[in-house]
């Protein structure tokens, strides 16, 4: 027999009034067999504690909105990953086509708060039912002088004996490396998961905590959760919303979830049926989600700890481990989903996310195409999450945030994956920089302008690669990587991407990286994820006492109604080329008025 959902308990159900949408909220409890090949690649499943029949149960929050009239749907549904135990809504043009939208939980160290979507797991134990013990680590870094910080990551391992041989806090200048120098243990105190450090913690610097703890929980069972709840949904009988398809979206740590779920193997369910059968990993460069591990922790903003090799969906070899592995090119991979992958600046610049390690070889010397099933969209100018407009800095001397936004396109190719995947209709094509053609670089080589306020961006690295745990030699931690960027047009805006009408007709230079200002410490870091724009001076006169290359406003457009002419015809492009949607047109045209609005009464610099 093989179990999976075993028994759904509901909660809650809640009318959701004009939308035409029913709440579920409730709970799935499974059951998996851990000796079965799908089962077994989950780390420490064979340690965990197991009932009466052999099998290990878990159990995770459900949170399923579905149209009330089961006419209404279009037999899809959307697994919207949740980040950190947040929940996520689908956007109202989803909604009006029928989507059903499913949060579960997949997460065990999701802090205890109403409503947090989380994942409950057995804690492993040796074969003789003794406490497995193993040192655990996190890291920060502060962007003012404090005494006392608090350290959530760590949350659910508590420490054994903080004042032992495992405790340590090391201190480095640097956060893409490893290494540095170990705080004087007289000066430092761990209560309570708050940090304590005499003299204060140094803006800029990177803190690594580490100490002994016990109980490593299954944390690789988050994996199974959704697995299983997807084929719950499109198979078993007690589904609560059947649906023919289903396809996940995940942001950021939840992109880098699907990318790990797939490479692991788990779009195979239980019966060998294909689970997912769309994924879009969303701002996860070439990152996965280091989880199915011993003492994972996966909360962690995870600076510079998410790229293992491989990082391409294709088999690549490895020249520093000898392994020849792909995403979706391995031998655990049995259903492959079709695919998008979805990045912004950020993911190429910042924080080890290497997007360009997706579509080139592993030594970053040449373009490498992707799958047949498979697509990637790079969206120019953007950072990690677009600032509100108008935008901020997040220090006195810092500079403005970057407000490009790309969700308008994001949403529209969520309608194209349903297409592909429901209607067979090919989806827009990939849009990415290449070497081939110039607009991929390596980050020496970029040729960034004089922009007024922002360091030439050359000397960035990349840090090194973090073991991958399902390979005998761990993959070559440790590497550097290779840091390929876009390259930059003459405004210093990016090339080889999707413009938005933002960028593509510009007010300014929007760069998805951006140095820490100087009063937040180490200002030869980046500010992990973030990106920085520089709106263009409204008059040539401005221009020209600020020293600023750009042409300003008044050199590039005859008036607003020129500009707004040229954001229509590009706003118009990408409707034709399935970028965005008609809906799309007046809230663009609209956002661009009022930036230009803001722009033209900013003061001279």
Known sequence: MIAAVVRVEVTARTDLGKTGYEQIVGRLHYEIDPALPGNAIIADVGLAPANAAGRVSFSSDLRLLKPRDAA?????????????????????????QGFTLVNVGWEFDVSDKKDALRLEVPRAKNKDGSPIRGVVSAQFTPDKKSEEVSFSDLIEYPPVDIKGPGSKLIVRTQA?????????????????????????????????LFYLSEAPPVAGLGYAAI????????????????VKQAYAFGSSQCGRFLRDFVYLGFNTDEQNRMALDGVMAHVAGGGRLVLNQRWATPRDLASFHTASYPFADSAQRDPISGQSEGVIDNPRVKHAPKIFYTNTAAEYWGGGRVAALTHTNVEGTRDIPFPDNVRSYFFAGTSHGPAPFPPTATAKDGLLADPINASATVNALRWAMHRWVAEGTAPPPSVYPKLSDGTLTPVAEIRFPKVPGITAPKTVKAGGRVRNPQLPDGAGEGTGLPLLVPQVDTDGNDLGGILMPDLAVPLGTAAGWVFRPKSTGSPHELVMLRGAWVPLAPTQAQREKMNDPRPSLEERYASKDEFMAKVKAAIKKLIKQRLMLDDDLEPQLKQAGERWDWVVRQPAR
């Open 72 to 96: 209404r749907s279009n037999g899809a549904a959307w697994f919207e990953i949740p980040n950190r135990g947040g929940k996520a809504s689908l956007p109202a043009a989803m909604m009006q």
């Open 227 to 242: 697995r299983d709840a997807v084929a719950w949904l499109k198979h078993d009988a007690t589904s609560l919303a059947p």
């Open 176 to 208: 893409a490396f490893p290494g540095g120098a170990e705080v004087p243990r007289a000066k430092w105190r761990f209560s309570n998961n708050r940090l304590h450090l005499d003299g204060g913690f140094v803006p800029g610097r990177t803190y690594e």
